[in-house]
């Protein structure tokens, strides 16, 4: 009876850091062989912005952006699985008090690959890589008419290199990812700007991708997790049909993040996150993830 106590203990500890890394994100958990992985979640976003029009008028804009997004996770092997995330993006877009543009699409498609090389487990941290391709399947920003319709996607594609750390360290979880992201430049492009200059190519930067926090489990059932992201984008340079090609600084933003975790009953969980830009402090984002298992 005490060895099945003792052993009903160790299986809760498991499951209380399992519930602080689903809620830190999916780079930090990988499914065993003979399971199937669907999540759920709900996003909205939100960024205010100002824009300057003749005669030095300035126009206060809001911008809301609400996703649908679904993601399958399919183990190949204990320590190799591939994830599919297909997004459903609505956005509304207000200018001043009268003018606003709405769009619902899907968005950009990500297909990746999560491999854990080691085992977990006494002094040795959790160490997954992470490869993520997205193709952009969402309405690009070159197809549209900027004045009454909105993007849902990138216009190209982006390849996502990434290694994510996770240990406990009693009483807390503490996890951190570091990454570097490759956008393929942008090119035969037609794209007519408010100027008059034709875009013929853009190359958008690529960019370094560091998060980094620590969750604590309150109670065998909530879990509470905090972060901090750090991005760094590299100098993008835009290509026109006239004149000489113009470059861009290289730009960093970060945010903070606050999340929980809910074991409503063994099999469905909510995690639920907050995010802050403290770059600007102006955007804001509120998500709920709702992951699934089935046995197969």
């Given amino acids: 009876e005490v060895r099945s106590a003792l052993e009903e203990s160790e299986k809760e500890e498991q499951e209380k850091q399992e519930d602080i890394l689903s809620a830190a994100g999916r780079n930090y958990t990988l499914l065993r062989k003979g399971k199937l992985g669907l999540e759920y979640k ?13 005669q030095n008028i300035i126009e206060h804009n809001s911008h809301h952006n609400i996703t649908n997004a679904f993601t399958l996770e399919y183990p190949l092997k204990n320590n190799l699985s591939f994830e599919a995330l297909i997004p459903f993006v609505y956005e509304y877009d207000k200018t001043g008090a009268k003018n606003s543009k709405e769009v619902s699409d899907f968005g950009d498609v990500d297909f990746g ?39 849902t996607g990138s216009g190209g594609y982006a390849l996502e290199g990434s290694v994510s750390v996770s240990k406990p360290v009693d009483p807390v979880m503490v996890f951190g990812t570091l990454g570097y992201v490759y956008k393929h430049p942008i090119r035969n492009l037609d794209y007519k700007l408010q100027d008059g200059s034709t875009l013929e190519r853009y190359d958008r930067g690529d960019s370094i991708e560091l998060s980094m926090g620590l969750g604590y489990a309150l109670s065998y059932k909530t879990s509470l997790t905090l972060g901090y992201s750090y991005t760094y984008t590299f100098e993008a340079k835009r290509y026109f049909k006239e004149g000489e090609p113009k470059s861009y600084p290289t730009r960093s933003s970060g945010s903070i993040s606050i999340g929980t975790s809910w074991r409503i009953s063994r099999t469905l969980k909510i995690n639920m996150s907050l995010g802050i ?3 600007d402090g102006h955007y804001h984002s509120l998500s709920f993830r709702f992951p699934f298992e089935y046995n197969l």
Avoid: H, W
Avoid at 113 to 141: A, E, H
């Fill in 277 to 279: 830009d403290i770059t």
């Fill in 42 to 54: 709900l996003e909205y976003a939100y960024y205010p912005y100002d824009v300057i029009r003749e």
């Fill in 113 to 151: 690959l999560n491999y854990q090389p080691f085992k977990s487990g006494g002094g040795f941290p959790s160490i997954i890589f992470r490869s993520v391709l997205t193709c952009p399947m969402g309405r690009s920003p070159y197809d549209i008419n900027p004045d009454t319709e909105l993007a």
